[in-house]
């Protein structure tokens, strides 16, 4: 219900902008009994924070996480987990220029529609900086998970596409996603998109991506049909990550030129398991999890503060041409998959609880 | 948080199997003092139901709902609206034989694995004849949405691709979208969806198809950030409609391909509104609605029950051939457009009186 | 969230008015595999149905109960149970007079005010008519806590006090409570109940009661606190019934008068157990439970609609005197003890399953 | 849902230990543009804060808060409100001795059973402490309240009784609250509740006591009946502050003692307003407000913790005898005083944006 609290038996709630004194979040319904240390959370916090390449925003933050709460003698007690990160690096000057100026494809101008004030400097609350505490509470999840599901729980992103330029699945390799600045599984791709990249920045411009994210280990029964179905979960959670406009699971659009023969995945037993012989459904049908790897991917749109001038208009109803010259990622998908994996660890970890509850 | 519970403050619970007595639902939140008849719910209902052409199920249902509570003397209460809808034309026995059978790409195998239990007639519970409360849903929160917003406001779809073949944008055409038994507003477009669809029955088969809604006279301002934006809001009730795969909002997965200054869209004066250049956003920035259309497409997949024989596995562990003979929609496609437009229509209603409670 | 929703992991949705043409509700979150039927629910309807004694309204309501979905040959299914109770002995004409006249101590005010439109026919929607759906409900939490709990868990209600006359403690016996009209659980207070009630219907008046209801059976540990405590959870429950207008835990409003050495239970190992030397926490500390019995009391206030007239105000605004005709309850604290068991029963089954949730 | 989360539309989560490194707590759901500081925060702080007078604990915490987020050039933004109080006056040695000790009358038994794990310092997450992040939040409503509604909006809240002895309630003068260390209204009362306490802290024990608050200015229509009912609501917001174990609605347990013609409470025009002629029904009816005085009581058992040693058990299940040493408040009714006040308004404040999402 709160806009500002995602899941439901596992559960967080942020606060904090863009150029506030810190960011935070609570995260609630969490077993007891799990070990966790600040360090779990932070492995995950590095893969997001900016400033790692030249190819995301230059400002600096150490995105060091704080835990105040909840974790006793290193282990999670089934309190709500208090978590802070204090902002270092906010140059809030930087956007003084934009104050009355509303930046064409950002949330400057619906948030001063629907409230009529709005801390302006970086986004505010707007900003893509609150994502660093869904990236903390999906380390958490994790850990829910690979306690009760046990070690070989995975959830992993990758970007697959940048621009119109996409990898060659049949690359792809799991161990080169940490090995390039770009979470590319394909080692190939990276000079490819490198050249993207370059280009991008000299023209003060930006460009889109498509992340994709799997969950293995994830057991078939996950899901609560009709209106909590992991797969609507998992697109709303996705959808909601800034700047993403559209979220497939499994075949996703292409599922729409199948026919049904060629969609359904046919099963086979093996041994006293059930194997499938495709995954159109993405690991989901009808809601529930088949057992099956859960694939889901989203497409980023470039991001929408650029230096190129384009045509805008001000709080007092005059037309203008916004430049954005603050510090900002030329592709916003990149960082996205850290974000996206810590949306999916989310929905899994709730549905997880969800299902202990109603199934035992 | 239930899982049969759409919505926080325009919220609706759905209840029924395909095959029990009846199918019902309870709308809640409605504001009192609203027109409301049957007939106004019944409209709607009209579009969904099964058996109106060849193109869809042949079963026999009059859909004809009946309003039990929350309506008095013609207006809302405020009071909770019950509605029911019996089943009439349940064929149990057309089930028998997949009782112990898993179709492929269906729920079966799902729901056995989640419950334990289930009732396999007509799929049960997971059966898209629950959408038909949908639909009515959606009837009344077309009425709160006009009540508050005024007569302009207005919520369509239209099938725009069957399998490969798309309709032609340039000829789209509200006005035909009724006239033709597949939504299609490109009146051209009908014949070969006829051939399609007539090539996909003769040979058992099935095929997917994408839907479109657009939602006009929605004013700026709907939508809760963080974690309730519109666009995240209208992917998970997308996506929770049965046989959805993927959904997108404005530009969609074309977005990630575009440059930041092709993907904004511009600004101007028109005297004292503003207007909007392009509409790749679909209607809303940051989570928020931006006044002008909402745009959301969603991909259908093909139907999994088809007569066409696939390999599965039974529930007691061995390896079978599933072949679905009951009477099923060769494209589910086409259906899910009143039902699009419905979950549309909630979404707004809920984010209508959402934002009426924090912004007055 | 909604108003007329009760619980979050075991839920039930209410919909209906006192006169309308039915009254319903939906059971939703059962788990699976749970055996129910009608006759479950409908030996728990017969304890609260109207016309059962001359204490009672006259209002003739078998209220049969239908399950309309989600059982199954016998059992849950995990899917939302519908149920369905027929209005029958309606005779509106008797709140024609009441229809602009607003009722001392009653909802008509308010509604009124809150709503501007209300059904008036005996009370609309604030009808206590409406409890019978809770009674409903309660008996599937029943099924629900047998079920994972064991056959020794018993939710019981009893009336221990009608205007100034309380029971004798000293006296209690279970079994009595089904053996006189009062719900009494000491047979030598039954004459006296009657003495009270037969002068106040004499009189044309109505008399206030306090309803007492005892868990037993129930392990330690259920509860969440902070803001979902068990005993808090209660309280919302029990104040939520009609006309009460108190509620106490334990000792209740006897503990403020005791010393901390006096009030706190002292405990003692049993063999591997830990006995409670005395009961004042009511079973329940930091809202949790202790493994003692859960012990709740409330007050219900005497029935506003009462034949001797009362000064009030009409919805003109003008001074009139009220005097209700219709067919009432001179002691409506008696049909609260199955309702106040019942929603004893529905917030133990929701607690249940949310300690399942996070603590396995 | 959440166990650390309270509200709905108006609502906010908290965190935090006794004796970790700070509390805080995320309100969410405030409309924009209210003028907000944290002095306006800090006079409620100051109310609640330990170690004021000798009838308190004598732990010294300063409780200042500090505003994280939502509010920007001195107004809210609609932003979540991050808000944070650090702990500084820990001395965990204290509870060296109950580490594996379970005080009788106190949580440390139950946390202990449900979670296996506890942070046994100061009581951990089941410490009065964190009621402080409640007074925080209760801040906030009435500035919500107060906004909306008008400066005429009140929330007060007196200790009528300790022990067994009661304040006069014809002495009550609202000005003599903030006058005493008891927050009593009576003047008269102050030496005897000396007394009393001063006994108490004397032999180490503690002692109960009864707190009432009152709201004013709340108009008609607020609450949201059948299960959402403003009375409802407020008995499980008091129910779940620590150590209380009854609630009362207006004329509470005595209304049970009532005849209908005594109880309801008869109306009057005076001129265009509505008068009530008394008010048994404490401002609620229905579970709507009714435009009168909101009138809650409830009753405060004594401390737990006390120097007196009883009997109880220990972790390994040895029986044991327990003395608490840390600093305790000997009448924990007295502080709980703005706690209650808090909780009412966070209830008001609650269903006043809940009563525009519906009503307009």
Redesign the interface.
Known sequence: ??????G??F?F?????SH?????C?V??????IPLTEADIQVHMDKRRPGQSKYTTQRKEPDTVKI???V??G????????L?VENQDTRSKDYDEIKDR??????D???A???????YRGG???SAR?TAMRVAAGAIARKVLEN?LGEDVSIRGALV?I??TAINRNNWDWAEVDNNPFFSPDADSVPAFEAILDK?RK?G??????VEVIASGIP??????????L??????????I?A??????????????????????????DG?D?TF?SN???G????????QDIVASF????????L?P????DAT???VEVSTKGRHDPCV?IRAVPIGEAMVACVLADHL????????
Chains 1, 2, 3, 4 share one sequence.
């Open positions: 219900m709160s806009a500002n609290t995602f439901h038996l559960r709630t942020t606060f904090g902008e506030g004194s810190a960011i935070g609570v609630d319904g969490t077993p007891p009994g105040l709460s909840g006793f003698e282990v999670t007690t089934g309190a709500p987990i208090g802070l509303f930046r064409p494809g950002h949330a101008f619906t948030y529609r629907k409230y009529g004030v709005r801390d505010g609350r707007s609150e009760i596409k621009g119109d991008v023209d411009s930006s460009i889109g991506a498509v078939a029964g996950l899901g609560a049909p009709i209106y909590a179905k797969d609507a979960d998992l697109a709303g959670a996705l959808m909601g800034p993403v406009k559209g979220v497939e699971i499994g075949a996703g659009f292409d599922a729409a030129m199948l026919s049904g023969e060629e969609n359904a995945d046919e099963m086979r037993m006293d059930v012989l159109n459904a993405g989901i049908l009808g809601g529930i999890s088949t057992g497409a980023v749109k470039p991001t929408s503060s650029i190129k384009k045509r805008s208009v109803g005059h037309d998908g609880l969800r299902h202990r509850a109603q199934c035992g």
